[in-house]
């Protein structure tokens, strides 16, 4: 019998492979990113759209999925799927789309394609958490440029910031999160018009902003356009699209895992796209909710409400961390941005919900000021 303890060759403890010995230290140093427990909650943290598929729409999906052959790796290129989706989203014909495990796989193979070493890829702050969290874990260097004091593009720095810095990639949210609010568009404009590099516009809200850059794509050489079926209703089942000219799509294109949009993601969005108007009807319907929650946040005294082209809003409020936490202790559970950036202290984010959501909502902050 071998002792495996009496081996030579064992590793002293000092020289024992450890995380901190092997892995990259600016992984080390990064907090994972947190999903808190909503479990029982009236859940408007995460800006999903609360209403579920008919159920007509629901016994489709669970045909397909019968038939669905899981066996079997899925099509590599999900012809069926883009197809549906040029149509819905109105994608014109000399574009090429790429589709990814939700934008956040999107948003990696772009970062990743650039990363060389002293790559940098910028972006304004506060905005979408995920820009700067897969710039460091390729070994990109980001860099955040400061919104001005409504939340616009700060032009005269971005210009000069991209000036000094030429980065390799642009991160603009249109509208942006957690601010909910749409940039100019001429400053955007100026943007494309001085970056060295590629313009990448997160479009994850359209179907709350109705603004697209869409129709204005072919004429700008360095750009590409993002989108999201995760806010309109299908987060569940991962799926982004990346939009732009060919020589663009199929340079990013090396970067896609094979195989990255799993079988039942194909058949279950390609079924819910084929009903063209229903996540339209369900985005119309939270677009009028969310003029509704902002009328009720405006009547709450201490209460600052900021304006949103999305499925949710910015507030400020004395002591937000308490206030988040009174909520919570009532069931009701958004985010809490206090803390996370100089421009959002005491603010907090709240998703547009169901009527009756965002009425309980609205009761337990009453309940919570005092
Ligand atoms: C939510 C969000 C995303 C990520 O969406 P997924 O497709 O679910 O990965 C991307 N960009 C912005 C600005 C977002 O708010």
């Not at 070493?117 to 860099?143: N, W």
């Amino acid at each position: 019998m071998i002792d495996p303890m009496s081996n030579s060759k064992r590793i002293n403890n000092s020289m024992r492979p450890s995380p901190e010995t092997v892995i990259r230290p600016e992984i080390m140093a990064l907090q994972s990113y947190h999903v808190a427990d909503a479990t029982g909650m009236v859940k408007l943290d995460a800006m999903e759209n609360p209403y579920r598929l008919p159920q007509a729409v629901l016994d489709q999906l669970s045909a397909v999925t019968i038939t669905a052959e899981i066996n079997r790796y899925p099509d590599p290129q999900a012809l069926a799927l883009k197809a549906m989706l040029r149509q819905s989203l109105q994608i014109p014909d000399q574009l090429e789309i790429l589709l990814g495990n939700g934008s956040d796989e999107i948003i990696q193979m772009l970062i990743m394609a650039v990363a060389k070493p002293g790559a940098v890829v910028l972006g304004v702050e506060p905005a979408f958490v995920m820009f700067k969290m897969i710039s460091v874990l390729c070994g990109a260097r980001f860099v955040g440029v400061p919104l001005d004091t409504e939340f616009n593009l700060d032009l005269d720095v971005m210009l000069a910031v991209i000036e000094k810095e030429s980065p390799q990639l642009i991160f603009i949210a249109y509208p942006n999160n957690p601010t909910g609010n749409l940039f100019d568009s001429e400053r955007i404009e100026r943007v494309i018009a001085a970056a060295p590099g590629l313009v990448v516009i997160d479009e994850a809200y359209q179907a709350f902003a109705e603004k697209t850059f869409m129709d204005r794509l072919s004429q700008y050489p360095n750009v590409v356009l993002m989108r999201t079926l995760s806010k309109s209703g299908l987060a569940g089942l991962r799926l982004g699209v990346l939009v732009g000219a060919r020589v663009w799509i199929s340079a990013i294109d090396k970067l896609r895992l094979p195989y990255n949009i799993n079988v039942l993601t194909q058949l279950t969005a390609a079924k819910v796209l084929a009903h063209e108007s229903l996540l339209a009807e369900q985005a119309a319907l939270l677009r009028a909710e969310r003029t509704q929650l902002y009328l009720a946040l405006q009547t709450i005294a201490g209460v600052v409400v900021y304006q949103s082209a999305a499925n949710f809003l910015l507030f400020r409020i004395a002591d937000a961390t308490t206030v988040f936490n009174r909520l919570k202790d009532q069931g009701v559970l958004i985010k809490d941005l206090n803390g996370s950036h100089k421009a959002l202290v005491n603010c907090l984010r709240v998703t547009v919900g169901k009527p009756e959501e965002n009425a309980q909502f609205i009761a337990a902050l009453r309940a919570s000021i005092y």
